[in-house]
């Protein structure tokens, strides 16, 4: 069935530094690969989101790429802050035959000041 | 800024009992879903529905679940006889366009099943 893979699991930078964090997905099908911010005790929201006919994506200190013959797809967050720390979650969404998103395990990401 | 709001905030409820979950999508949005979480795992789809029937379901949503749209503001999450691994957090979701548009998610209702 449909899966994404999301790593690392667990991500530590240094205020400032920058934070990568790679999914991939098997679904050919797939055409949308929204990223979610989770903070603890709250629904996933939404930060950035790329379509299957665009390769990259910005939007300030947030950028995602895809490369859709590999099925990687990546999220970049540049001069990280303390406030960034949270579990980021990937997601691959498809239309074939219905709406259906399935998400990466998530990547916890700690900011340390 | 309009938000999908999900009602109760927390549900504990006895094994074998039925549980309804609530959900008020955004006013102009179409699309609804729900996700469930257990507890630090990943979010897992579950269902979407458009224009008033079942788009798409999971492995996971088996004929103890159901959805219902009874008006025109609520979207409900029912599950008929309740077991322990239901124990988890469920987002409600709802979108104005398909699936390849944002999908903004309630604040989760906590169901405990003792």
């Known amino acids: 069935g449909e899966n994404v893979e999301q790593h690392p699991s667990t991500l530590s930078v240094q205020e400032g530094d920058s934070a990568v964090i790679k999914c991939t997905y098997s679904d050919s099908a797939s055409n949308y690969f929204p990223w979610y911010k989770q903070e603890l005790g709250k629904g996933p929201q939404l930060i950035i989101d790329i379509r299957s006919n665009v390769g990259e994506k910005k939007d300030q200190r947030i950028a995602v790429t895809l490369n859709k013959t590999a099925k990687h797809f990546s999220l970049h967050i540049t001069e990280t802050q303390p406030e960034d720390s949270a579990v980021y979650f990937c997601?691959?969404?498809?239309?074939?035959?219905?709406?259906?998103?399935?998400f990466g395990a998530g990547t916890r990401l700690f900011v340390k000041a | 800024e309009p938000e999908v709001t999900q009602t109760p905030s927390h549900q504990v409820t006895q094994m074998g009992q039925e549980v309804i979950l609530r959900c008020v999508p955004i006013s102009n949005h179409l699309y609804f879903y729900w996700y469930r979480q257990i507890l630090g795992q990943k979010v897992e789809f579950l269902v979407s529905f458009y224009n008033n029937e079942i788009s798409e379901k999971s492995e996971i949503f088996d004929d103890q679940f159901s959805v219902e749209r009874p008006d025109g503001s609520n979207f409900t999450l029912k599950i008929r006889s309740t077991k322990l691994e239901d124990s988890a957090m469920y987002f409600c979701a709802s979108s104005a366009g398909g699936m390849n548009t944002e999908a903004f998610f309630g604040q989760g209702t906590r169901l405990t099943v003792v």
């Open positions: 997601a691959a969404g498809s239309v074939t035959g219905g709406f259906k998103t399935i």
